[in-house]
């Protein structure tokens, strides 16, 4: 679970360096879990990138560092909290994600994401 202030590192090669939440649209508690849609602000950025520093963008949490309970009971957690940064159509900004990437984003509807990683746990 992450929260308004948490720093995501960016999981894919769209330029950004770090990812801190501003927003977690459709939620009353301001958390966000893994396959949640959340609003970033880039901080840092390559100059040759898809993105801007400071540029407001959405992003996929694709890893929590905070363990999540799966319907069959098992738990499953990862070393960083990590996102990738998404257009208004869902589709990722980077040609490659790089790490591991949970079941539950390719459950919401994220394919694409989930394709382009080389490993789906």
Do not use: W
Not at 61 to 86: L, P, Q, S, W
Not at 92 to 111: D, M, Y
Request: charged fraction near 30%; aromatic fraction near 2%; include cysteine.
């Amino acid at each position: 679970m992450v929260q308004l202030r948490s720093i995501l590192v960016p999981a894919d090669n769209s330029g950004a360096k770090k990812l801190m939440i501003i927003g977690v649209p459709g939620r009353i508690g301001k958390v966000a879990t893994l396959g949640d849609t959340v609003l970033c602000v880039v901080k840092g950025a390559d100059p040759n990138g898809t993105v801007k520093d400071h540029e407001k963008v959405s992003a996929v949490v694709v890893r929590v560092r905070k363990e999540v309970r799966r319907k069959d009971g098992t738990y499953i957690r990862f070393d960083d909290n990590a996102g990738v940064v998404i257009d208004k159509q869902g589709m990722p900004l980077g040609t490659r994600v790089l790490g591991p990437v949970a079941r539950e984003v390719k459950e919401v509807g994220f394919n694409k994401i989930a394709s382009l990683s080389r490993e789906v746990v």
